[in-house]
């Protein structure tokens, strides 16, 4: 019987199927009666598919040609799938849950697919493994270094077989001695040898502590993943057969660095030990406990300071790992420094892609560290040349908001990273133009001799983002300083007296497009200041982060030089406070150091209990729910003793016990009147008023300040121009879903 259901016709089975039954007893000896019952019976006991859904990746945002995906069904029937028009039933296989069948779908041809079940289908669109599919297009020249990347047995990768920098896929083995704290290379993959040790993972295997190393070549950087599997007694891994020592969580590694990150594949993954804290690939004990880890060479913000790209590659090896091992019960990241942000960027951008973050050293984004240095660099500049005897060192320092003079200067020396210019001579210890020796000199920019080459800048290598100057090819800069008056804290504060003030800001200038020192103030791009934050290049907190865990557990506090100071840690809180109305899922231990192993456990305590949450709570509801105990902030005195339990706040005063021990200092916007969290980027204007100031200016002084600032200072009550949070899956091409940006067509 034929019945309508919505604007599809479907058979009425329960009558169809009484009256077959019925005519069958009638005329058992009727062929025709005896098919039609037949195929009658077959089609009520098919499965009325429910949805088809991914779980490797995004279905808008697959690569490599083939995808992981679930069909649910009202039943377990078999109901035929088809790709394209291809039948590939045989691919799927009883799922994880109830009514469901799960497969890994191949052959998926580059551009839109279409996956069929039961009357239901789903779009799909592939990518090569080569990318790009959300970055833009391929920054060329880009330096191949596969024949340079060591495997773990010692020896290189291979040289590339293509201009994508591709090269084989090569698995190392490698096994732990008994008693030993290295890995060695297993010799053989049929016999083990005699001091194989054994581990106890997380969820009770014990296991011969053998480590599988897959390398391979994703989105053009380098792609590695260790899980623990024994080839003697083990099958190969599949999705659906993962290694038994595999506990089902899954670690990114992230690098560190930004200084260099430009034009090269990298010749290493980004891993590193710090204060007991372990962010390696190879890492003795997440391995023997099981966890499974990986990592890209574009993950790494030494090989590629561009949050966008390293976004993409974790993307498409997380999809990768999938359809090797199957899927994790949960993914976490974890780094300091640039690991810090290669973990909090990527998790906010992408929501989903991580389901935890634990980060150390923290800084928000590589900007924070620019914007901070570029306005440090005016103030050095102006102090040491525009007017040398002008400030005592104390009031230099006052006004930079750091802790010291060294603090000042380092920090200020980080604008290095946003100068193309090669050999500029400046404060001690200043660096232009940071390049990657792999990079040729015949490559890179000169404005005298190579005008054409490549900038090493935070700003041209993620042109794809900010736009470029159609007249130059340069990237737009976002830098903006217009209204902003350095030294304001210190003047209200009687540090600094009204000449002074009015000295530094009608003469501190600005930058050009080449960061040379200009007497104008500085103007930012206003679609280059939009689209770094909907890229997600400056954390705005809004996007993934909101949901999830997020777990700072200091690692480094170097208030007297260094650059990485404690304001880096409040600024991504309260960006995060300021997208989400509270931070109350981000937690904060502070101390030199905190302790290492109660930091892990903790989190892995948070991270299985949201594991274990069945609840209809949101995502964020969890996270912040199911903290345990442990995770709540402190700081220690030690890394053995003295936790004490305090809301972490931005203070040096002696108002606590945790800002006793670990004062914070600021920064020069900070001190200028801008936020903790440092995401004004171009601030909006308002007329000067004479209440904003705790000294009196004469009629003369007040003549000059309106001319100092004829169109007005900064209101930092109210937010940025063209200020916006990050856009989830953001895309620069070439993928048309949430497409901010083609460059191609600017």
């Not at 990746?57 to 377990?76: A, E, K, Y």
């Not at 809004?542 to 880096?568: K, T």
């Amino acid at each position: 019987m034929l019945v309508t259901k919505g604007n599809r016709s479907e058979f009425d089975m329960g009558a169809e199927r009484a009256t077959c039954i019925a005519g069958y007893l009638l005329s058992n000896r009727l062929r025709i009666v005896a098919v039609t019952c037949a195929v009658l019976m077959a089609m009520s006991v098919s499965a009325a598919v429910l949805d088809i859904e991914t779980l490797s990746t995004r279905p808008d945002r697959v690569s490599g040609g083939d995808l992981l995906v679930q069909i649910t069904q009202d039943n377990n029937a078999s109901t035929p799938v088809s790709l394209n028009g291809a039948d590939v039933t045989s691919a799927f296989r009883a799922g994880s849950a109830p009514n469901t069948r799960e497969g890994l779908v191949t052959g998926l041809i580059i551009g839109t697919n279409t996956l069929s079940a039961g009357g239901v289908s789903l779009q799909i669109h592939n990518y090569p493994i080569t990318g790009p599919i959300t970055s833009g297009p391929h920054n060329t020249p880009f330096i191949c270094q596969t024949q340079n990347f060591v495997l773990p047995d010692g020896t290189t990768f291979g040289l590339p077989t293509d201009a994508d920098c591709s090269a084989p896929t090569k698995i190392t083995y490698l096994y732990m001695p008994t008693g030993g704290t290295t890995f060695q290379p297993l010799p053989s993959t049929t016999v083990l040898p005699s001091n194989v040790a054994q581990t106890t993972t997380t969820t009770g295997a014990t296991v011969n502590f053998v480590v599988r190393v897959e390398t391979a070549t994703i989105d053009r950087g380098i792609y590695q993943t260790a899980i623990l599997h024994d080839p003697t007694v083990d099958l190969s891994p599949t999705w659906f057969a993962p290694p038994r020592g595999w506990n089902k969580r899954l670690i990114a590694i992230e690098g560190f660095g930004c200084p260099g990150g430009w034009y090269l594949q990298g010749a290493s993954i980004g891993s590193l030990n710090l204060a007991g804290l372990d962010f390696n690939l190879l890492s003795p004990a997440r391995l023997g406990a099981g966890y499974a880890l990986f990592s890209n060479t574009l993950q790494h913000a030494s090989n590629n300071c561009n949050s966008v790209l390293s976004g993409e590659a974790a993307m498409m090896s997380k999809e990768h790992f999938i359809e090797t091992f199957g899927v994790p019960v949960y993914t976490v990241s974890n780094g300091c420094s640039g690991g810090s942000y290669g973990s909090s960027q990527l998790a906010d951008a992408l929501p989903g892609l991580f389901d935890g973050i634990l980060i150390s050293c923290t800084f928000p984004d590589p900007l924070g560290i620019a914007f901070s240095g570029s306005d440090g660099h005016l103030l050095t500049h102006y102090f040491n040349v525009t007017d040398p005897t002008g400030f005592t060192v104390d009031q230099q320092v006052a006004m930079s908001g750091y802790k010291g003079l060294q603090a000042f200067i380092d920090a200020a020396n980080q604008s290095g990273r946003t100068d193309p210019v090669p050999g500029r001579v400046d404060i001690p210890g200043y660096v232009s133009a940071v390049w990657n020796p792999a990079v040729p000199v015949s490559l890179r920019y000169d404005p005298t001799t190579n005008p054409g080459g490549l900038r090493p800048t935070v700003y041209d290598w993620p042109k794809n983002v900010y736009g470029t100057n159609p007249s130059t090819g340069f990237a737009l800069r976002p830098f903006d300083n217009v209204g902003v008056q350095y030294g304001l804290s210190s003047l209200n504060a009687g540090q600094i007296s009204t000449t002074q003030f009015l000295n530094l800001n009608e003469f501190i200038g600005g930058y050009d497009q080449d960061f040379n020192y200009v007497s104008a103030r500085s103007v930012g791009d206003l679609g280059a200041i939009t689209r770094l934050q909907q890229g997600g290049l400056q954390l705005g907190g809004n996007g993934g982060l909101a949901s999830i865990p997020v777990f700072d557990v200091s690692g480094i506090y170097n208030d007297n030089g260094g650059y990485h100071y404690q304001w880096f840690h409040f600024s991504m809180r309260d960006r995060m406070a300021q997208a989400n109305g509270n931070a109350d899922n981000h937690v904060m231990w502070r101390g030199t150091p905190v302790n290492a192993d109660a930091a892990w456990s903790t989190f892995v305590q948070w991270m299985e209990a949201i594991a274990a949450d069945t609840s209809n709570l949101s995502p964020r509801e969890k996270a912040i729910r199911d903290k345990p105990a442990m995770a709540t902030d402190g700081c220690w005195k030690t890394a053995t003793i003295g936790f004490w339990r305090e809301h972490q706040t931005f203070s040096r005063t002696n108002n606590s016990i945790c800002n006793t021990l670990y004062p914070s200092y600021a920064f020069p916007r900070y001190v200028a009147g801008g936020p903790v969290a440092a995401n004004i980027i171009k601030c909006q204007l308002r007329p000067i008023n004479t209440n904003d100031y705790t000294v009196s200016f004469t009629s003369a002084e007040l003549t000059r300040l309106n001319r100092i600032f004829p169109n007005g200072v900064c209101d930092w009550s109210k937010p940025g121009v063209n200020q916006t949070g990050v856009v989830p899956w953001a895309s620069f091409g070439p993928a048309p879903e949430n497409l901010v940006f083609d460059i191609t067509k600017q």
